[in-house]
């Protein structure tokens, strides 16, 4: 890859993408929330203008889903869209191709299939309504853009579904865990590397869905995670765990376009695997 700039720097992606880069000895320049407030365009304009990237990685987000829905709306907005039109408007400045994370909550959750990426969208929370702005200010703003729709992340830089279930295990005898809402896990080392290879390998500019292979319930996640753990799991709907946010019940998203580039994607149990061995679990 070429000169890369990654926003979130610090953040559960970005720590997972410059571990990458520093892997394969790639420099970057790379910034959090407090080297560059996303929020405040003068600044954005001026540390991109100042660098030159060819490559954008926008990694920083606003993921607190329940905050969104009140005490932080406001942030989540100038986050997620007012701070990626920032970007977006600063590489247009430069020429730097943009890579833009987005979510699976930019779909309502009622398609019992897969969505395709150009399925409708229909967003249902407040975090899911400004990722969805955030892909429209990349669009407008953009044509050299790789937008990646995820879910379900898990990593070792950051707070997370598999952290907590590990977590919850040492102090409980059985854990009940959500069993009416699916989706697709993903590893962010899976992530990482697809971000990478849709640059290095100049595929076709637009949107793009990637996870693990395969789809599962929280509960069954949850079952995988603590198989070699002496806790039950038990299964329980979602009315057990009132929130704020509403959260799509079946956000299965196809993959199709992702596997025709030729990236390899592995099972999200494979990942879990992998990413158990590299914790020391």
């Not at 920083?60 to 932080?72: F, G």
């Not at 892909?135 to 997370?160: C, P, Q």
């Not at 409980?172 to 069993?179: P, Y």
């Not at 509403?246 to 990236?263: C, D, V, W």
Request: hydrophobic content about 35%.
């Amino acid at each position: 890859m070429t000169k890369i700039l990654i926003t979130g720097a610090n953040g559960q992606l970005g720590s997972e993408l410059r571990n990458l880069l520093d892997e394969r000895g790639i420099a970057y320049d790379a910034f959090d929330s407090k080297q560059m407030d996303i929020t405040n365009k003068k600044l954005v304009d001026e540390k991109i203008n100042a660098l030159k990237p060819a490559v954008i990685c926008h990694c920083a987000a606003y993921t607190a889903v329940d905050n969104a829905e009140d005490v932080a709306k406001d942030l989540n907005w100038q986050v997620n869209e007012a701070g990626t039109r920032n970007v977006a408007e600063a590489a247009k400045k430069v020429g730097a191709k943009v890579v833009y994370i987005s979510t699976d909550y930019v779909f309502d959750g009622t398609n019992e299939g897969e969505y395709e990426v150009d399925a409708p969208t229909n967003p249902q929370n407040e975090y899911g309504k400004a990722k969805l702005a955030g892909e429209k200010a990349i669009k407008e703003v953009l044509d050299d853009y790789y937008i990646i729709r995820t879910s379900w992340v898990f990593g070792k830089y950051g707070k997370n579904f598999v952290f907590t279930m590990l977590r919850l295990a040492k102090d409980h005898d059985k854990l009940t865990v959500v069993n009416d809402q699916f989706g697709r896990p993903t590893w962010t080392r899976t992530l990482a590397e697809f971000m990478t290879y849709l640059v290095d390998h100049d595929q076709p500019f637009g949107t793009y869905q990637l996870s693990n292979e395969g789809s599962c319930s929280w509960y069954e996640f949850a079952s995988e995670i603590l198989k070699d753990q002496d806790v039950e799991v038990a299964p329980v709907d979602s009315s057990a765990y009132p929130a704020k946010a509403y959260r799509p019940r079946h956000s299965i998203m196809s993959l199709k376009k992702a596997e025709a580039t030729g990236f390899e994607i592995i099972d999200w149990q494979s990942a879990l695997g992998k990413f158990m061995d590299e914790i020391g679990k």
